[in-house]
């Protein structure tokens, strides 16, 4: 009686199929760059809102083009795109695995790189368990948070934003109706928050507090403003004088509201001592809680933005400096 190969036929001619796909792939990819240069695509999952379409359909660092997509779903479209045109893929934050997944199967030549915009061990299980799950791809993972970074081997990038959803949400604003914005999600962070709150209006500041709940991580008991659509948020935070950035125990890089008040020439008080490190801090521009004496707060609050950085490090923090940024990484 003959041995049966189908088992191993059948594995077979699953990777001879792999094989010309990536043959084939490569060479239409090696066309393109001779007529269009590289190709990065950006996976985006939640965080859209922090981007406009319009800032990477026309961008292009050196040899690198950007091409943007909301959502994980895998169109025909999507899958031709990443088997015959890309040459790196980023991720932000990966809430779906068919990505992954395809690019695992079919082009595990790709270099793919998967940014944490949150600190892994402050957004219960979701994220540590994403990161178990990514040890098993041939991937690369990066952070804006440097303790992650030196923890858990990642790659460090800074947060962005757009300025093109800044300046549209400026126009919209005549004169700021509050002192200080205090917007966040509550996470671990809550008593900070209402802290914080008391010692500016202690001070005579009016806040524009709007806190929301996370529901595995925050205090039941604390009576939480309802979630709303994510462009709503901004303009309520560039509806003040200045932005307040409260940033988690433990965390020692800046959060995405210390970009969006660089990006809007808007003034920072923020509670994360680490700030000074960075390129953009200027002692006229950013109050330290903990550091500057809490008696300067009104005084800090009515003075005008010292506006002395040169245009290369704003820069950096828009979308077309984080292009150059991970064409380089």
Not at 270 to 281: A, Q, S
Request: glycine share 4%.
């Amino acid at each position: 009686m003959g041995r049966d190969f189908s088992i191993n036929n059948d594995r077979g001619n699953r990777a001879s199929s792999t094989t010309l796909v990536l043959f084939v792939s490569r060479c239409f990819r090696n066309i393109s760059h001779i007529i269009f240069g590289k190709h990065i695509a950006i996976f985006t999952f939640g965080v859209n809102a922090w981007i406009d379409d319009d800032d990477f359909r026309t961008l292009k660092h050196k040899n690198n083009k950007a091409r943007i997509f909301c959502g994980d779903s895998l169109s025909l479209k999507r899958k031709w795109y990443i088997l015959f045109v890309v040459d790196k893929l980023f991720i932000y934050q990966a809430s779906g695995m068919s990505v992954l997944d395809f690019v695992k199967k079919w082009r595990p030549d790709l270099d793919v790189v998967v940014f944490y915009w949150n600190p892994l061990n402050q957004t219960g299980n979701a994220f540590m368990d994403l990161h178990e799950k990514l040890r098993h791809y041939n991937i690369r993972e990066a952070s804006f948070e440097s303790t992650d970074c030196r923890k858990y081997g990642m790659e460090e990038l800074d947060m962005f934003f757009s300025l093109k959803k800044i300046n549209n949400a400026l126009a919209s604003i005549k004169k700021p109706k509050h002192d200080v914005s205090l917007i966040a999600v509550a996470k671990t962070r809550l008593k900070e928050l209402i802290e914080i709150q008391q010692v500016l209006e202690k001070r005579g500041l009016k806040v524009n507090s709007y806190i929301t709940n996370t529901c595995d991580l925050s205090d039941d008991e604390y009576d939480y403003k309802p979630h709303l659509p994510p462009d709503e948020y901004l303009p309520m935070e560039l509806d003040a004088e200045v932005i307040c950035e409260v940033v988690e125990k433990g965390q020692h890089s800046p959060t995405i509201r210390a970009i969006i008040a660089l990006l809007s020439k808007k003034k920072l008080i923020t509670n994360n001592k680490n700030i000074k490190e960075k390129d953009y801090y200027n002692p006229e521009n950013i109050f330290i809680l903990g550091i500057d004496s809490e008696s300067k707060l009104k005084e800090f609050v009515g003075s005008p933005y010292k506006n002395v950085l040169p245009h290369s490090v704003t820069q950096k923090y828009t979308p077309q400096g984080f292009l150059e940024r991970l064409g380089e990484l």
